[in-house]
């Protein structure tokens, strides 16, 4: 059985960075798409960073909101995908969650719905 155990997440101010980590476990993590989501409250869960299982490192989108400050990154020798965030911004206060599906194409997905496995999240909360 897959499990995602996220860590990583603090309380930092604004202008910060942070570093949270996903590893995987019960299936090898190259077989899988990951994705970061956040959920902040009273607020849907969105989409923040993919990254797909292309050779060599994978292939990287992110949410206009964060792109050019967070970045996303596996290692599939270690069955774990990890999400830089940095110039943090109080807005990006939310619980992170890491999610993968099994991919054949390497085509990233976008949706809450489409992910099979989830972690149980990790609370970023940024001050200002």
């Known amino acids: 059985q897959v499990q995602l155990v996220e860590s990583g997440g603090g309380v930092v101010q604004a202008g910060d960075s942070l570093r949270v980590s996903c590893v995987a476990s019960?299936?090898?993590?190259?077989?899988?798409?990951v994705a970061w989501f956040r959920q902040a409250p009273g607020k849907d869960r969105e989409f923040v960073a993919g990254?797909?299982?292309?050779?060599?490192?994978?292939?990287?989108d992110y949410a206009d909101s964060v792109k050019f400050r967070f970045t996303n990154s596996r290692d599939n020798d270690k069955n774990t995908a990890l999400l830089q965030m940095d110039s943090l911004k109080v807005e990006d206060t939310a619980v992170y969650y890491c999610?993968?599906?099994?991919?054949?194409?390497?085509?990233?997905?976008?949706?809450?719905?489409?992910?099979?496995?989830w972690g149980q999240g990790t609370q970023v909360t940024v001050s200002s």
């Open positions: 999610a993968e599906h099994v991919s054949l194409s390497g085509v990233l997905r976008y949706t809450t719905s489409a992910y099979d496995y």
């Open positions: 019960g299936d090898p993590l190259s077989d899988y798409n």
């Open positions: 990254i797909t299982i292309n050779k060599p490192g994978g292939n990287s």
